[in-house]
């Protein structure tokens, strides 16, 4: 190709898609507001401060240690990223099931097909929203969060014993940032294969698309549990929607991030298969009318 995909059609696509479904911005943004609300709620409340670690160990006794306070602030920055995550993993999921079913439930299809975009870029606009621009919405979404919440953390507990949690450590900081950065490209493409296939049945379902989503695998893991006395399948999707979690870091650092499934063969063969899906569902699309 001679030209970017990140050309002004395919952007406009992008806006499209964020101006229609709003609540990929509002979703996560919301949940962003109601943190740094209930942090400041909280920052209000008055009262001693007595956490106890380790058994009979209070939080001032560990806070004494450099390194302590820098796992803690890292555990507080990288840690306010995980509601807004999964908000926004909850409002990615639907997106994807209903953007190309909607289009052609409507029969708004045949405006968009009128157009000079071609199928291939409508659906990879769709795909960059989920992969792309909603993740780093919500990456930019919790370092304003944890700005905000770190300095009501350290005006509450300025002049009290657990003082050192006000400290502010700008490498910890930039390194909790940039692992953040790291996993999320991660996840992008450990979860590419659900993506793809969220768009083919959004792509392919005349109703319900939920439950086209959804019941192949049920019907699958039930035949097969009860033929053979396995769970393979179903061991599959739980792997699928939790194993990158497994690998996930919050508070860590460049230096021991953990991107061990960046060598993994599985996360390989799901991109492969992630690519096929994505690629069935623009052919899909080439090929659908006001049907």
């Not at 400041?40 to 380790?54: A, F, K, N, P, T």
């Not at 005349?206 to 039930?222: E, G, K, Y």
Request: with cysteine.
């Amino acid at each position: 190709m001679s030209r970017s995909i990140l050309d002004r059609p395919f952007m406009v696509l992008v806006r499209r898609e964020l101006w229609e479904h709003r609540s990929l911005i509002w979703a996560p943004l919301g949940m962003a507001l109601a943190i740094i609300v209930l942090s400041l709620v909280s920052g209000m409340m008055h009262g001693g401060i007595d956490i106890r670690i380790d058994g009979d160990q209070p939080l001032p006794t560990i806070l004494r240690e450099a390194e302590q306070q820098r796992g803690l602030f890292g555990l507080l920055i990288g840690g306010l990223m995980l509601p807004q995550m999964l908000v926004g993993s909850v409002v990615v999921f639907f997106y994807l099931l209903d953007c190309l079913f909607t289009e052609r439930r409507d029969r708004s299809i045949l405006f968009w097909k009128s157009l000079p975009v071609s199928d291939a870029k409508t659906v990879l606009s769709k795909l960059f929203v989920a992969l792309v621009a909603m993740p780093l919405w919500i990456w930019v979404l919790s370092l304003v969060v944890g700005l905000v919440v770190f300095g009501v953390v350290a005006a509450k507990v300025a002049g009290t014993p657990a003082a050192a949690l006000g400290t502010w450590h700008g490498g910890a900081w930039l390194a909790v940032q940039g692992t953040l950065l790291g996993e999320i490209l991660v996840a992008v493409l450990w979860y590419l294969p659900m993506v793809g296939w969220l768009l083919l049945v959004s792509s392919l379902a005349q109703r319900a698309p939920l439950v086209w989503a959804t019941l192949p695998f049920l019907v699958v893991s039930i035949a097969e549990r009860t033929a053979l006395g396995t769970q393979h399948v179903a061991g599959l999707l739980e792997r699928r929607f939790e194993g990158w979690a497994d690998h996930f870091s919050f508070g860590g650092s460049l230096s021991n991030a953990q991107f061990k499934l960046l060598t993994s063969a599985e996360l390989w063969l799901g991109v492969l298969v992630g690519a096929a899906l994505v690629y069935a569902a623009i052919r899909v699309r080439r090929r659908s009318d006001d049907s």
